[in-house]
T-cell receptor
Framework: DVKVTQSSRYLVKRTGEKVFLECVQDMDHENMFWYRQDPGLGLRLIYFSYDVKMKEKGDIPEGYSVSREKKERFSLILESASTNQTSMYLC?????????????FGPGTRLTVT | AQSVTQPDIHITVSEGASLELRCNYSYGATPYLFWYVQSPGQGLQLLLKYFSGDTLVQGIKGFEAEFKRSQSSFNLRKPSVHWSDAAEYFCAVTTSGTYKYIFGTGTRLKVLA
């Protein structure tokens, strides 16, 4: 089974802090994703990576950056956290586009910015 | 515009009753359709998927879904709901050649004992 782990289940940070959310997968998947989940809005894609050091912006990249130095690890960075970034953050992985398409999700990190 | 609509935000059913969760999509290309379930405090788990072929697909936990191209729908069904099915359910669509998914806003299922 694919295992996707996220470094923290719950995180509380102060406004202006730099925040790192880590995602690690053990199935050698090429694609990794960061989503934000908010009530009534579903999942919105922040960033996508299809290979080491490769990234593409999703639908809501503002205020976020990402890093993928190793295939198994994909980090989401909030450069200067703001209260409107309080949300549930979900990491996902998948095989390359053109394969099975299904995504595998981590348990999520619930971030609160005060 | 591409979109996925789940018209029911909340649904409440009694344990043992049948269930149908609605999903309608608007997508220009041939859709690949998915249903995911999210238990409280957890990530999303794939229930089932449709790429092509038989329009009635079976998934895990006794769920099934039917793809109806003429109605642009992919409704999720279960003949007898268990208390453990209480969760949030998401419909999603993608297509060949893209990494992007479009997710619906979710339907939260409550099961009465």
């Amino acid at each position: 089974d694919v295992k996707v782990t996220q470094s923290s289940r719950y995180l509380v940070k102060r406004t202006g802090e730099k925040v790192f959310l880590e995602c690690v997968q053990d199935m050698d998947h090429e694609n990794m994703f960061w989503y934000r989940q908010d009530p009534g809005l579903g999942l919105r894609l922040i960033y996508f990576s299809y290979d080491v050091k490769m990234k593409e912006k999703g639908d809501i990249p503002e205020g976020y950056s990402v890093s993928r130095e190793k295939k198994e690890r994909f980090s989401l960075i909030l450069e200067s956290a703001s209260t409107n970034q309080t949300s549930m953050y979900l990491c996902a992985t998948s095989l390359p586009t053109g394969s099975t398409y299904e995504q595998y999700f981590g348990p999520g990190t619930r971030l609160t910015v005060t | 515009a591409q979109s996925v609509t789940q018209p029911d935000i909340h649904i409440t059913v009694s344990e043992g009753a049948s269930l149908e969760l609605r999903c309608n999509y608007s997508y220009g290309a041939t859709p690949y359709l998915f249903w995911y379930v999210q238990s409280p405090g957890q990530g999303l788990q794939l229930l089932l998927k449709y790429f092509s072929g038989d329009t009635l697909v079976q998934g895990i936990k006794g769920f099934e879904a039917e793809f109806k191209r003429s109605q642009s729908s992919f409704n999720l069904r279960k003949p007898s709901v268990h208390w453990s099915d209480a969760a949030e359910y998401f419909c999603a669509v993608t297509t060949s050649g893209t990494y992007k998914y479009i997710f619906g806003t979710g339907t939260r299922l409550k099961v009465l004992a």
